[in-house]
């Protein structure tokens, strides 16, 4: 019954490799977004997706990108980790942009 | 450019006093106003919400919160503390159909109650 779910929850990697998050959500809503939030609980918006087409793309860097198989999937790949990548990543959706945010539990990930 | 600021990283009140946490924001349109709380290891949670009707907006678990415009505030409250309300809080801010559209989060304020 879980309304946005992601995995893994925890994610532990050494630097240079590659790692991918899922998240998948069953309120049937049209966007979906990957938030980044930092050791001082800094939140930021990374991707957001509408109708599998990508709306807001942040200063993020090209390592990062976000696949979206259909409506109710974002999920987010990130090629050559980097340390300054450990961080706690959410997914979110929402009926539409501006709208209401739904969260999943995050992802923590840590690069060595 | 819209932007929300949360005065003091930091709020610690006793068990059954006033929870006060503020809210500014800035936008060039009549905005969306939301509060989020974030228990420890969890992903954040809708408290309420402002979208032009009511200025006064109650939310879950006893919190409310009220839409100033003349002081560019949405500041939240709940009268009477509780042990569980300990969290991190999230103002953000955004406006339907903008251009972004995205919500724009402050930088929280993490609640202490004290027995």
């Known amino acids: 019954d879980t309304a946005v779910s992601q995995t893994p929850k925890y994610l532990v990697t050494q630097m240079g490799n590659d790692k991918s998050i899922k998240c998948e959500q069953n309120?049937?809503?049209?966007?979906m977004y990957w938030y980044k939030q930092d050791s001082k609980k800094f939140l930021k918006i990374m991707f957001s997706?509408?109708?599998?087409?990508?709306?807001i793309n942040e200063t993020v860097p090209n390592r990062f990108s976000p696949k979206s198989p259909d409506k109710a999937h974002l999920n987010l790949h990130i090629n050559s980790l980097e340390l300054g990548d450990s961080a706690v990543y959410f997914c979110a959706s929402s009926q539409g942009r501006g709208m209401p945010l739904h969260f999943g539990n995050g992802t923590r990930l840590t690069v060595t | 450019a819209q932007s929300v600021t949360q005065l003091g990283s930091h709020v610690s009140v006793s068990e059954g006093a006033l929870v006060l946490l503020r809210c500014n924001y800035s936008?060039?349109?009549?905005?969306?106003l939301f509060w989020y709380v974030q228990y420890p290891n969890q992903g954040l949670q809708l408290l309420l919400k402002y979208t032009s009707a009511a200025t006064l907006v109650k939310g879950i678990n006893g919190f409310e919160a009220e839409f100033k415009k003349s002081e560019t505030s949405f500041h939240l409250t709940k009268p009477s503390a509780h042990m569980s309300d300990a969290a991190e809080y999230f103002c953000a801010v955004s406006y339907y159909g903008g251009s972004q559209g995205n919500l724009i989060f402050g930088k929280g304020t993490k609640l202490s109650v004290k027995p």
């Open positions: 997706y509408n109708n599998k087409e990508l709306i």
């Open positions: 309120l049937g809503h049209d966007t």
């Open positions: 936008s060039s349109v009549p905005p969306y």
